[in-house]
């Protein structure tokens, strides 16, 4: 009612919601791919089983191609982990192997990973990480994490090393080429903000179902990072050094590969450590298309609501994902010392060192057939759900939480959602198209000028006729208010943890571990004791966005005092002054300079 009268709501009135003229474009997209899929630039392909050629779409055979390459490296690494002889019939036949059993994959027991993971950890960095690598494998293996883990690692180790590839080449391509640079920044741009799970249907359609297609999404969602870093190191060097490079008489190739990329160092790895953790990151997501290992597991636990096992399987993934990202770090950083020297033992010990281990490992696997005669053999594998478990644990611990604090929740639930969200919510659904244009637009024009603001014209107008305004605005009001809540606990908790370098190392350690933690994990439990509610989903951005705004506030902080770093250590008139590469030290009214 307004004035006495009523006002009634139009859903195409100009003014508050534009019409829908976009509600085509879906329709229009699936008939596209379907069509590219089965009737565009048919190819005569041979096919093997039927000894005869047939015909069949390029854009299929291509997919499908992609697909045997990705399954044939998947599945090399999954064998020599686990065993297997589908890769040694790829080069020969099953008659052969028939005939010749004994070239079938063994695999290798989780002793000699173990071993093999701590010496070169120690190899790259210390006993440190040689210690954590150990107790990870150990942990993986009692837990009867073994097979799963090795099957997410086998992917994993096809995707990341592609990703890099891939990313690092573009990046390249990118910095050296400014036409390069404008056709890769809006996909860069799109690719990131895109939600994983749009990536699977596509996906799908295009590779299948299997672990094939979980490389190839992954890859998807791991380069884009990876460009933007690689471009950003690239652009950061002075020019200072690219004129020494060019002056010592390097060609375009060494003063790539010789000077700017190590000079560059530092965001690449951050880029690398980017690449790995995504890769983590999608592998419960990859469980939805097919993709065997510990994220199909978890998927299953948290089906049957078990938290205690779905927890487990997600820390196997953090501790894998963190020990592979200190591992490449580790030895990004390792300086190699050419004028040492040294004995032969002192060269290859490590490499002698693993083949011991290989010996000792292949030894106990062989006694452990007699100690677990007719059982498994726990020094060869430890199976799947045979191994020590704390499901119980955590399970009873969630209901005990749900028992003693439900009051309390439900009371604080309530008043979040009457209070502060449904207000919200409404004040964004009652914002008017054209209004809410005009003033997204303006902010665009004043902080990015008319080509910004005609960039951001363009988007929100795209949204606006389509079918989803309404939706686009309740995201947009869950991502204001994740986006207030993250930035100020993630800087709150950053700038105080920085104050000492335990507390800040602890905090990145805890950073590591829940950047790659599976989300569905603490998801369940939030919903189980929030119920299905915007609080819920907000609790879930939070705890998600809250850990890069932490991190980057650490490792921001750490930057700028290590750009420009002044130290006062007095003694009667003594004192010295230390900036970027100079240290000044003062005795007195006398100065001296020296550079390093």
């Known amino acids: 009612m307004f004035l006495g009268k009523e006002v009634r709501y139009y859903a195409f009135d100009v003014f508050w919601r534009l019409p829908p003229l976009l509600g085509w474009l879906p329709i229009w997209i699936n008939d596209s791919l379907f069509f590219l899929m089965n009737e565009w630039m048919p190819i005569e392909v041979w096919n093997e089983d039927t000894q005869e050629f047939k015909s069949r779409p390029i854009v299929l055979q291509i997919s499908r191609n992609i697909t045997a390459f990705m399954t044939f490296l998947i599945q090399l690494i999954r064998e020599v982990l686990l065993g297997g002889l589908e890769t040694i019939v790829a080069f020969s036949s099953w008659d052969w192997i028939d005939k010749n059993p004994w070239a079938e994959l063994p695999g290798l027991p989780w002793t000699i990973v173990a071993a093999g993971a701590a010496i070169l950890s120690y190899k790259v960095s210390g006993k440190g990480l040689a210690l954590f690598a150990g107790l990870t494998m150990i942990y993986i293996s009692i837990f009867g994490q073994w097979k799963p883990s090795m099957q997410t690692l086998s992917f994993i180790l096809v995707a990341a090393p592609l990703s890099f590839i891939f990313g690092l080449g573009l990046g390249i391509a990118a910095f050296k080429s400014k036409r390069v640079e404008k056709a890769l920044y809006p996909i860069l741009l799109v690719m990131q903000t895109m939600p994983q799970y749009a990536v699977l249907v596509p996906a799908l359609v295009l590779f299948g179902v299997g672990d094939h297609a979980a490389v190839i999404i992954t890859m998807v969602v791991a380069i884009p990072p990876m460009i933007l870093l690689t471009i950003l190191g690239l652009r950061a060097v002075p020019p200072e050094v690219i004129e020494a490079g060019r002056m010592s008489g390097c060609s375009n190739w060494q003063l790539m590969f ?45 089906n049957q609501l078990n938290i205690g096992l779905a927890l487990e399987a997600g820390l196997c993934i953090s501790l894998i994902a963190i020990l592979l990202d200190k591992m490449s770090l580790a030895w990004a950083n390792k300086q190699t010392d050419y004028f040492g020297n040294l004995t032969f033992f002192q060269r290859n010990k490590n490499i002698l060192f693993f083949a011991a281990t290989v010996i000792v490992g292949i030894v106990l696997a062989y006694i452990g057939t007699f100690l677990f005669k007719g059982s498994f053999n726990y020094l060869f594998e430890v199976p799947h759900n045979k191994g020590i478990s704390t499901a119980d644990f955590w399970n009873k611990g969630v209901d005990w939480i749900f028992d003693t604090f439900f009051v309390y929740i439900k009371a604080f639930n309530t008043w979040l959602i009457q209070e502060v969200l449904q207000p919200m919510r409404a004040l964004y659904l009652r914002m008017p198209a054209v209004a809410t244009i005009v003033l997204v637009v303006g902010a665009g024009y004043l902080i990015g000028g008319i080509r910004s603001a005609l960039v951001v014209c363009g988007l929100t107008l795209f949204i606006a006729l389509s079918p989803w305004w309404d939706r686009a605005l309740v995201t947009t009001y869950m991502a204001t208010f994740g986006v207030i809540v993250s930035c100020t606990i993630g800087f709150t908790v950053g700038t105080l943890c920085f104050q000492n370098k335990r507390s800040a190392n602890f905090m990145l350690g805890v950073c590591d571990i829940f950047q790659t933690f599976p989300s569905f994990v603490y998801l369940i439990p939030v919903m189980m004791l929030f119920g299905i509610t915007d609080t819920s989903v907000l609790i879930a951005v939070i705890v998600y966005a809250t850990i890069p705004a932490t991190r980057y506030t650490i490792e921001g902080l750490r930057s700028k005092i290590n750009k420009d770093r002044i130290s006062f250590s007095f003694s009667s008139h003594d004192a010295w002054y230390k900036s970027n590469n100079c240290i000044c030290f003062i005795h007195g009214n006398y100065w001296s300079f020296h550079w390093y």
């Open 258 to 302: 010789k000077v700017l990329i190590p000079t560059a160092r530092r965001d690449i790895l951050i880029g690398v450590n980017q690449v790995i953790m995504v890769c983590f990151s999608m592998a419960v997501i990859s469980a939805f298309i097919g993709a065997k290992g510990l994220g199909f597991n978890l998927l299953l636990a948290l």
